[in-house]
C-alpha cells in the first residue's frame, strides 16, 4: 500500500507532478520559504498559536451536519456535511491564510501579494492580514471583480489594496499572472501566498497541510458520532486546496471511496468548462507540472465554471497523482446541475451553499440515489453561498 505521509518528496515532487518551475534567482527564494516553514511547522509554539485562532477566531471544529431531509428525499445513502461554511468569512481558504499570513510574519516580510477568483482567497488573506498587521494586495480579474460585488467590498474595508486585472479573459488565471509579476520585482521583502494546493514547491504541500485540518476533525466526529467512517467522500476541485483538506486525513483508509468533483461548466463536450483532471494532458503551469487545459503549443485554454472559485486551467499536483494511482476518481458536474444542487439544499435544508461547494454536493446527491440507505456520504460544504445569491436570483429570475 502507498504511504501518503512523506509527500512530496524533497524537492517537492508528488509522482511527477509538482516540483519547483521557477527562475534560478526565485528557486533560492522558495526554499527559503520551505526552510522556515519546515522550521516553524513542528515548534509548539507555531501549532499553538494557529489552532488557537483556528478555535477563537475561524470557529473550529466545524460540526458535520446530517441532512436528513435531503437524504430522505432522495431515497438513497446518508448525506452529511462538513460545515466549512460557517467559519469566520465564510469559507475554507481562512485556514491556509492564516497560516500564510504567521508564516509571513514569522519571516519578516514587508508585505503579502496574491491573486483571487471569485474574492474568497482575496477576503480570506485580507482577514488574515489585518489580524496579522501585515499589508496585503490582491490582483483579481475584472470580469470577477464584476461578479463578485460583496467581496471586492469587503476586501477594500480590511484595507487591502485591490489591483484589477483586463488582461486575457480577465479572470483567475490572469489575476495569476498579475500577481506573480509583481512578487518578481521583490520577492525578497514580500511573499507570494497562494490560493490553493498550486504554484512551486512548498506551496502545495504548505496550503494541503494548513487545510488537513479539515479532514482530521471530519475523521474523528464522524468515528465519535457514527462509530464508523463515511463510505464516500468528496469535494469540488478548482485548484484543489479544500479537497486535499478534506481527503489527506482519509488517504490510508482503504474503504473510504473518495471522490473529487470538478466543473463540467455547460458540457465535457463544449469548450466552456473547468474539468483538468478529466480532459487535461500533462503540462506545466505557473511554476509546477500538473494536468492542464492546453492547447497543442502549451498554452493553457480559457476555462469556464459558472463558480468563479474552480475556473482554473491547472489543478494541485497531488490530485494529478492521487488521479494516476487511482486512489482518487475524478468526476464532473455540469453548471445546470450546480444550480439545481445549490436551489435544493437552500431549499430543503436551509443552507445557501457557494455555488464551488455545490458541484459536490449535486455530485452527492446523484450519487446518494444509487447507494442503500445506510450507506454515509460526506461532503465538503466548503463555503457558503452568501456571495451568489444575487447572481443566481438574477440567473433563475427569482
Ligand atoms: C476558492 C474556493 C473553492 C475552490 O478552491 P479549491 O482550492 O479547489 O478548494 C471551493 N470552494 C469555495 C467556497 C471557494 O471559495
Redesign the pocket.
Known sequence: MTDFAPMPDTNGFFGQYGGQLVPPELKQVMHEIDLAYEEIRNTEKFQNELMKLFQDYVGRPSPIYHAQRLSEQLGGAQIYLKR??LNHT????INHCLGEALLAKFMGKKKVIAET??G??GVALATACALVGIPCEIHMGQVDIEKEHPNVTKMKILGCKLVPVTRGTATLKDAVDSAFEEYLKDPQNTIYAI????GPHPFPKMVRDFQSIIGREARQQFQDKYQCLPHYIT???????????LFTAFLNDDGVNIVGVEPAGKGLDTDMHSATLTLGTPGELHGFKCYVLQDSEGQPLPVHSI?S??DYPGV?PQHCYLKDIERVNYESVTDEECLEAFMTLSRVEGIIP?L??AHAVAWAMKKAKTLPPEQHILVNL???GDKDADYVAEKLNL
Open positions: 466549512e461554511d465564510g469559507a475554507h481558504k477568483g471569485a474568497q482567497h490560493g490553493s494546493v498550486v469535494a469540488c476541485v478548482g485548484g484543489g486546496s479544500n479537497a486535499m483538506g463558480a472559485g474552480l494541485g457557494a464551488e461547494s466548503s463555503g457558503r
